[in-house]
């Protein structure tokens, strides 16, 4: 029931690239404070994919923190992705075995210039923190529209990215310290683009938004970004909601690098860290846990961002977040095509096995009752408002005492499906449907019909004039105010009452 990247493998397929197609007749240079790069000329952009921000943490420095790349001569082709970092078969079609991916692709609208430096968004793409590329999500749209500089980024993933040992310095934040890299390139070097260094919202979906989270929460992630967008992840989730990979106490973590370590043959040898350094990416993939968190009660993480959010100790600033109405209709459908039975009479049953408090089962049936049609869309619904719906109302809550927050549903019934093969029942706004709205995945525009277009232009509208300035009003779109929550809808968007369609009076403030 746990299984996070199972049940999303097929799903994750719709992220996969086009075919490379011929190379643009007019290249573009540019010189930054490692070399130079050539990107590509787009009609009203440009784009430099594969950049260097941390040396390739390979060999000795597999498991350390992350290092600044070295300078190159001559110019750098940054006209193709780099490979994306390991991980299994998903997102990235085939998966990735690759070790050396610590890079950044920047796509730049042409009102952006030296002279005239724009905003700069930097995108942490989601996949349970063991799937994902930051290639996936071309942003040309959210540049071009919104006048922002995208940055896209690749950081470690699975047990690459998280291993956590005792007296292994950075353990079980590894990937979380990429981040931070790319956040410190983009503050040294994103001027070079046209982006302005001052002015940089950090965004991020799913696992990404989790990421976010953890990034308010770190100390060492102080002054490099200046507003946060939260999509699909809330700050209050918590390791023990089957479906939220937020973060756990750094003691869990060790137990499970403990057991990959006896795994993969290294527990009963003289130098442990040594042995897993020469351990294959492939048989750490083969032996990682489905699931991967962060670790916290360590350097970067001193504190869950759970708990950090419940004090107020979040790094304060302007903060978009929000949810899909149908979250987690996408593992429900995936729960059911395993073979799992919902009837009336196996309900109980079911929701005992998700729970992490079964006592808790009549409550659940009483409010979720399932009737022989409804068994789909009601385990959804379970899904959807304890693991994101509830506790996004929680994060907004918490959040709005200390800074201005603007939080959003997204609630288009027949918003592209995220998945490649036909699912038991439909999947409506479910876990991912937002995104074929801000970005072109894997290089190719979803087919939306006019009202879904005029949705996408506005959602667009939305994130990029937060990113300019704190509030995503303006421009003639509709008026989105700081109490209640917009719902954004094709041809209907607009404020309504918090929390309309979700039973948050059982979920809400519990873990």
Do not use: K
Not at 5 to 31: D, E, G, I, Q, R
Not at 209 to 236: D, M
Not at 266 to 277: D, K
Not at 327 to 353: C, F, K, L, Q, Y
Request: aromatic share 8%; proline share 11%; with cysteine.
């Amino acid at each position: 029931m746990r299984s996070l990247a199972v049940v999303l493998t097929s799903a994750l397929a719709v992220f996969a690239p086009l075919p490379v197609t011929a190379a643009p007749t007019a290249p573009a240079v540019v010189h930054t404070r490692d070399g130079a790069v050539r990107g590509s000329v787009r009609d009203g952009y440009r784009t430099f994919e594969g950049i260097p921000y941390a040396a390739p943490p390979v060999g000795a420095l597999r498991w350390t923190a992350p290092r600044p790349p070295s300078p190159w001569t001559g110019v750098r082709d940054a006209r193709h992705p780099a490979p994306a970092c390991a991980q299994p078969d998903g997102e990235v079609r085939g998966g990735s075995t690759a070790e050396d991916c610590l890079y950044l692709d920047v796509t730049v609208p042409d009102t952006a210039t030296v002279a005239r430096p724009q905003p700069v968004v930097v995108w942490l793409h989601g996949g349970g923190f063991t799937t994902g590329a930051g290639s996936s999500y071309d942003a040309h749209r959210m540049a071009v529209r919104g006048h922002v500089v995208v940055v896209t980024v690749d950081y470690r993933l699975g047990a690459l990215g998280f291993l956590a040992r005792p007296g292994l310095a950075g353990s079980g934040t590894f990937g979380l310290a990429d981040q931070q890299a790319a956040l410190r390139y983009v503050r040294a070097g994103i001027a070079a683009f046209g982006g302005d260094p001052g002015n940089v919202t950090l965004a991020g979906q799913s696992a990404g938004a989790y990421s976010v989270c953890a990034q308010l929460a770190s100390p060492s992630a102080a002054g490099l970004f200046h507003r946060a967008v939260i999509e699909s992840g809330p700050c209050s989730g918590r390791p023990e909601q089957p479906f939220a990979p937020s973060a756990y106490p750094r003691a869990t973590a060790e137990e499970a690098g403990a057991e990959l370590t006896a795994d993969v043959g290294c527990a009963e040898v003289a130098h442990p860290l040594a042995c897993l350094r020469e351990v294959s990416p492939s048989q750490l993939l083969a032996h990682q846990g489905i699931d991967q968190h962060p670790a916290h009660g360590t350097p970067l993480l001193p504190r869950d961002p759970a708990a950090a959010l419940a004090t107020g100790d979040m790094r304060r600033m302007p903060v978009l977040l929000g949810s899909n109405h149908d979250e987690g209709n996408i593992w429900a459908a995936g729960i059911m095509r395993a073979g799992t039975v919902i009837t009336p009479t196996t309900w109980p049953d079911v929701v005992g096995s998700y729970l992490p408090d079964p006592a808790r089962t009549p409550e659940v049936v009483h409010a979720y009752p399932v009737t022989a049609d409804s068994a789909g869309p009601v385990f959804g619904a379970v899904i959807g408002d304890s693991n994101y719906a509830c506790p996004t109302a929680s994060t907004a809550r918490r959040l709005a005492g200390r800074m201005p927050v603007w939080r959003y549903e997204f609630s288009d019934p027949d918003a592209p499906r995220p998945t490649t093969t036909e699912p038991p029942f439909p999947l409506a706004a479910t876990h991912t449907t937002e995104l074929p709205y801000l970005f072109d995945l894997g290089g190719r525009p979803r087919a939306l019909t006019e009202p879904q277009r005029r949705l996408s232009d506005t959602m667009t509208g939305y994130w990029t004039r937060f990113a300019r300035s704190g509030d995503p009003n303006g421009d003639g779109a509709p008026r989105w105010p700081r109490t209640g929550v917009q719902t954004l809808l094709p041809d209907h968007t607009g404020p309504t009452r918090p929390d309309t369609g979700h039973h948050c009076d059982i979920w809400s403030e519990r873990p």
